[in-house]
């Protein structure tokens, strides 16, 4: 059988670090006026509840067609690493 590494929880951030990070994107966005009604910010806001549950880890791309923009993230769940959430303008949305 394959060797498991196994995860020192002591690395890993806690509830309390994980909602200080979401909230702190959530105030973000909505100051640039999105808001949770929209499908793609209502996908992202899914995504912070489990990273923020769960500690689960979560990187990928959500397309916002209408603003011609991409949000790129990345959700660490290791404490040297901080997430990560990009607005970018992309016009091959």
Same mark, same amino acid.
Not at 45 to 68: A, C
């Given at each position: 059988?394959?060797? +498991?590494? $196994? =995860? ?13 990070? @979401? !909230?702190?994107?959530?105030? $973000?966005?909505?100051? %640039? ?7 793609? =910010? ?8 489990? %990273?923020?549950?769960? !500690? ?5 791309? =959500? ?6 923009? @991409? =949000?790129? @993230? !990345?959700?660490?769940? +290791?404490? !040297?690493?901080?997430?990560? @959430? ?8």
């Amino acid at each position: 059988m394959p060797k +498991r590494n $196994k =995860i020192n929880k002591s690395k890993l951030k806690t509830e309390e670090m994980r909602i200080n990070e @979401v !909230n702190e994107v959530k105030e $973000k966005l909505e100051s %640039y006026g999105y808001c949770e009604e929209m499908d793609e =910010i209502d996908f992202l806001y899914k995504k912070f509840d489990e %990273y923020v549950k769960h !500690n689960k880890r979560w990187s990928g791309q =959500i397309p916002l067609t209408m603003m011609g923009q @991409v =949000i790129i @993230v !990345n959700l660490y769940n +290791r404490k !040297n690493r901080p997430s990560v @959430v990009l607005l970018r303008k992309d016009s091959s949305v």
